[in-house]
């Protein structure tokens, strides 16, 4: 094989590309990884690292960097916007199960920062951007993406595998044939970013809470230096009425009154889907994170579940290229895909359930299934252990 096809290549450098390709050269495999813009994502995007992402990103030498740049969150809540604190889930419970037993707030940019410097001072690694990935395709033993420059000049990329790490629309699933089955959600999310101190304004407030109510519900997030707020909004108003000033202001306002106006920071609104790709593996080419499977962000898995992807398609990906049958790859396929469905897509729709419950007796009997949960040891940490996505983790190795 020609030695310019010795290596990896990666379409997308996201959160999940940028692991994958460190988790790779960090192996001894070299990685091309293709990016579309002109510099790496700065915007907030997802703030919440759960423990085992933590773990694994330790393995890299970058997990201390972000908890030095981040919140550490040793508990989370479920709130009633009228009632308040219905339970208090402590993740301080996790000690001896992690070496990280806590919730990280830390906005994602600051991963894609510390993984680009990793990537950068790596011999084995190279980040192309201003390249955008048109077409993909492989043969019996090797692969090779077609991709165009910002002068609209094509380039083909050849590789021995092929990492689709292209987000929701992409080019790499559709290239395979994979359908992208599931929903969409009925509301739009529209999360914002303020400076505003809820912590002085709602008593018993947890850095994370989840706030239900039969109206409105919230999610409310807070950083080293700022409050996320994620609120539901009609799907039948347009983006300019949601995202107006004096709409966004109402909203907040409508969270707790303040006597000055909400100093807004950042701003977005978009639709939630539940999506999950019919395959995740085409013999040498492989899909990962947003582009194998989507959900709403309530429980912060979406990120994580993306990172472990990266993780566990690398372990095994090490071990074909060093001579094992390409055949073990459907592991990863097998592992991974089950995550998506019974846990990451489970536990995002069920939160959202215990959210958005309108009817008042269902609403109580969430309220005393949590209560009943927090109330007994076991029970509490083995909640907690779920929604860490450690126990997901743990009974992958059941699969084969």
């Known amino acids: 094989m020609n030695s310019s096809r010795e290596v990896v290549l990666i379409v997308g450098a996201g959160p999940v590309g940028l692991v994958a390709t460190a988790s790779l050269i960090s192996r001894g495999i070299p990685v091309k990884l293709l990016e579309s813009t ?3 994502a700065q915007d907030l995007r997802a703030s919440t690292f759960h423990p085992p992402t933590l773990d694994f990103l330790d393995e890299l030498g970058i997990a201390k960097k972000l908890v030095d740049q981040g919140l550490v969150c040793e508990n989370w809540q479920f709130r009633d916007r009228k009632k308040g604190v219905i339970a208090t889930f402590d993740v301080g419970l996790l000690k001896g199960e992690t070496n990280f037993p806590f ?29 955008t990935a048109e077409a ?3 043969d019996e033993d090797s692969v090779w993406v077609s991709a165009k420059n910002e002068d609209g000049i094509l380039t083909k990329f050849e590789g021995r595998f092929l990492i689709g790490a292209d987000g929701a629309r992409s080019v790499v699933r559709k290239a395979i044939g994979a359908n992208f089955e599931g929903m969409t959600i ?3 999310f529209l999360v914002l970013s303020t400076k505003f101190r809820y912590e002085d304004e709602i008593s018993d407030l947890a850095n994370i809470a989840y706030i239900s109510d039969p109206t409105e519900w919230l999610v409310l997030l807070r950083t080293l230096t700022l409050w996320r707020v994620l609120l539901p909004t009609n ?8 995202m107006a000033p004096e709409n966004v202001e109402k909203r907040l306002q409508s969270v707790v009154l303040s006597k000055e106006p909400y100093e807004v920071m950042h701003k977005t609104a978009y639709k939630v889907h539940e999506r999950v790709a019919s395959k995740y593996i085409d013999k040498r080419i492989f899909l990962a994170g947003d582009a194998a499977h989507i959900n709403n962000p309530l429980g912060g898995m979406g990120m994580n579940g993306g990172i472990h992807d990266a993780v566990n398609l690398a372990e095994k990906l090490t071990s074909v290229w060093r001579g094992a049958p390409l055949e073990n790859m459907g592991r990863y396929e097998r592992q991974r895909r089950k995550v998506a469905i019974e846990t990451v ?12 419950a309108e009817n008042e007796h269902q609403r109580s009997a969430y309220y005393k299934e949590l209560q009943d949960i927090v109330a007994d040891e076991r029970k509490h940490k083995e909640y907690v252990m779920r929604s860490a996505m450690i126990t997901s983790l743990r009974e992958l190795e059941k699969v084969e």
């Open 38 to 40: 002109a510099d790496l």
């Open 103 to 131: 919730r990280l707030q830390c906005e994602q940019w600051k991963l894609t920062n510390a993984l680009r410097e990793f990537i950068d001072n790596h011999p084995d690694g190279e980040l192309i951007t201003k390249t």
């Open 136 to 138: 993909v395709g492989q």
């Open 186 to 188: 009925p509301e739009i």
């Open 235 to 242: 799907p039948d108003h347009s983006e300019e009425f949601i």
């Open 345 to 356: 897509q489970a536990q995002a729709l069920r939160n959202r359930a215990i959210l958005n």
